[in-house]
């Protein structure tokens, strides 16, 4: 099958928009129909070489479409269904079968990898193998392969442009904070980050209803979306010491923090505003795979800190992704404030412009 795809030809180059060829599906897998697909930061950091994919590759871990075709023992969806499709796991390791798929020990094979179990590849140019299975799906693409563990069935209506996000930035954001870091009612958490994971994030402390929420964030637009978004707190780190504007607001430190950035001096400074006894929550990806953060081991055992990297915010995708579509038709989940939306082809503009901090969360329309 043909399918149009945006392709990385190299480390930091421009999305080229391609015709492929797409292998259908085998037993397991199922062939969606994409009709939106979120950009996350994720995708840039493979094609910056910090994430691992094949050249020329495809990308994009957010779709959102319907399914056309499935392969033998498929049973969860069928043709027809609209989907999320969001990361990949095995099903059969122990974090898997414990429900923690997110951690899957074999994550980076089934998400970076680029083949099948059997080693094969799906996606081909001129007869030439093409790098996919991103996130087992690589969904910057009319069609994409997915598997039937990472293609979660969707009854409700809800847009396309809206479900996309779902499947990775919005899930660790919001999961971040209600699963990861179990925030309670009337805790105090600390966002560093006020980009689309941010202010997931802030959208969960509302969820979890955190009494004091605090974003820092140099863009004053994002700041404003923030506090329109709940939180009670938006901070310039411009401004002075991010540690002492925290401390300001709350003396003892916050309960919880979470650095969405990847910044090793920002999450320093965010360990510096943690109360006794607080959690601090890793999602960012740094720009440098070998970046590293130090931790005074004294001030760790003495303040009883908790420090917890986050993957895909400890999400159980066909239990969170439905129920994160009930908070946004019931209005708790304002996607809407951070969608942005652009055809296919202008990927690269797209790109762009978030880069720049013209828009939180671009997602790409396939017509």
């Not at 510096?272 to 440098?288: E, F, H, M, N």
Request: proline share 5%.
């Amino acid at each position: 099958m043909k399918s149009t795809a945006a392709l990385l030809t190299g480390v930091g180059s421009d999305f080229e928009i391609a015709e492929i060829d797409i292998d259908g599906p085998r037993p397991g897998e199922v062939l969606v129909e994409i009709a939106a697909a979120g950009l996350c930061h994720t995708d840039l950091a493979a094609r910056d070489g910090v994430l691992p994919i094949e050249y020329p590759g495809v990308v994009g871990h957010e779709g959102a479409g319907t399914v056309i075709a499935i392969g033998e023992g498929v049973t969860k969806v069928g043709v027809g269904d609209r989907v999320s499709l969001t990361f990949n796991s095995c099903g059969h390791c122990h974090t898997c079968t414990t429900g923690r798929q997110s951690y899957c020990e074999n994550f980076n094979l089934k998400n970076y990898g680029g083949v099948r179990d059997d080693g094969s590849k799906p996606l081909h140019q001129d007869g030439r193998p093409v790098g996919g299975m991103f996130f087992g799906q690589s969904s910057f693409a009319t069609v994409a392969l997915a598997n039937e563990r990472n293609t979660v069935k969707i009854d409700a209506d809800i847009p396309f442009e809206m479900l996309a996000p779902l499947g990775c930035g919005i899930q660790t954001g919001v999961g971040a904070v209600t699963r990861s870091l179990k925030a309670q009612k009337g805790s105090t958490i600390a966002i560093a980050g006020g980009g689309s994971v941010g202010l997931a994030a802030v959208m969960g402390a509302v969820l979890a209803e955190c009494a004091t929420i605090i974003v820092v964030e140099p863009n004053e637009r994002r700041r404003a979306l923030a506090l329109e978004l709940g939180a009670t707190h938006a901070l310039d780190p411009a401004a002075g010491d991010v540690t002492e504007q925290i401390r300001a607001i709350v003396a003892r430190g916050v309960d919880h923090v979470l650095d969405t950035t990847g910044i090793p001096a920002v999450v320093t400074t965010l360990i510096g505003a943690t109360a006794v006894r607080g959690s601090v929550g890793l999602i960012g990806v740094p720009s440098d795979a070998t970046a590293a953060i130090e931790l005074n081991i004294i001030a760790v055992l003495t303040l009883g800190l908790t420090v917890m990297g986050i993957i895909e915010g400890d999400s159980t995708p066909d239990e969170f992704i439905p129920e994160l579509v009930e908070h946004h038709l019931a209005g708790r989940l304002p996607l809407e404030k951070l969608v942005t939306t652009f055809p296919f082809a202008e990927i690269n503009s797209a790109v762009k412009i978030q880069h720049d901090g013209g828009v939180v969360k671009p997602v790409l329309m396939f017509d």
